[in-house]
């Protein structure tokens, strides 16, 4: 989680950003501790993973997008083709092997949740709401000393990826032709 993570906690923190904004706006009186609020840690953590994806992702899309033949635009354009058509009709089927290939990428790791912003940001107070399957596995599997249980969740756990996996490319090797094998 490194810089991310220490970002949002002071974002986040009696003193940080978002309180300093909120009593100066006049919404609050005084701050908030969002941190211990159990119902809030996960949008909190979605938000903080879209926000630490979408450098990446935008990168990659972007390569996707001039990669795209220009002279298919021109030839659409030339059709009479409006803006949103040549979106629909140029842009996202050039696009489709790299969507395909995060997709199926993304799908093997559709279980692994961050567990370093869970694992951190979460508390006693909060673990009703913030557990994921890696901070069960280390409170209950390791910290207990139930190593053969830590291992059966992992392994289970993998083989839930795989399955996944295997679906996603399946189905998207069947409807549009990508896939990784």
């Keep these: 989680m490194g810089h991310c993570g220490h970002d949002l906690f002071q974002f986040l923190s009696l003193e940080g950003w978002l309180n300093t904004w909120l009593i100066r706006l006049g919404l609050y009186d005084n701050p908030y501790f969002f941190l211990g609020e159990p119902k809030l840690i996960w949008p909190i953590l979605t938000l903080a993973n879209l926000w630490k994806e979408l450098g990446w992702?935008?990168?990659?899309?972007?390569?996707?997008?001039?990669?795209?033949?220009?002279?298919?635009?021109?030839?659409?354009?030339?059709?009479?083709?409006s803006r949103w058509q040549r979106i629909?009709?140029?842009?996202?089927?050039?696009?489709?092997?790299?969507?395909?290939?995060?997709?199926?990428?993304?799908?093997?790791?559709?279980?692994?949740t961050g567990f370093e912003q869970y694992y951190l940001m979460g508390s006693p107070a909060t673990w009703e709401y913030s557990d994921v399957i890696d901070t069960y596995v280390v409170r209950y599997g390791l910290s207990?000393?139930?190593?053969?249980?830590?291992?059966?969740?992992?392994?289970?756990?993998?083989?839930?990826?795989?399955?996944?996996?295997?679906?996603?490319?399946?189905?998207?090797?069947?409807?549009?032709?990508?896939?990784?094998?």
Excluded: C, E, H
């Design 57 to 81: 992702s935008s990168i990659v899309f972007l390569a996707a997008i001039a990669s795209v033949d220009p002279s298919l635009y021109d030839a659409a354009y030339v059709d009479g083709a």
């Design 144 to 181: 207990m000393g139930q190593f053969s249980f830590a291992t059966a969740v992992g392994l289970f756990k993998t083989a839930v990826s795989l399955t996944i996996l295997w679906i996603v490319n399946t189905v998207l090797r069947r409807t549009n032709g990508y896939s990784l094998w």
């Design 88 to 112: 629909r009709y140029v842009t996202i089927p050039g696009m489709m092997p790299t969507i395909s290939i995060i997709l199926i990428l993304s799908a093997g790791s559709l279980l692994n």
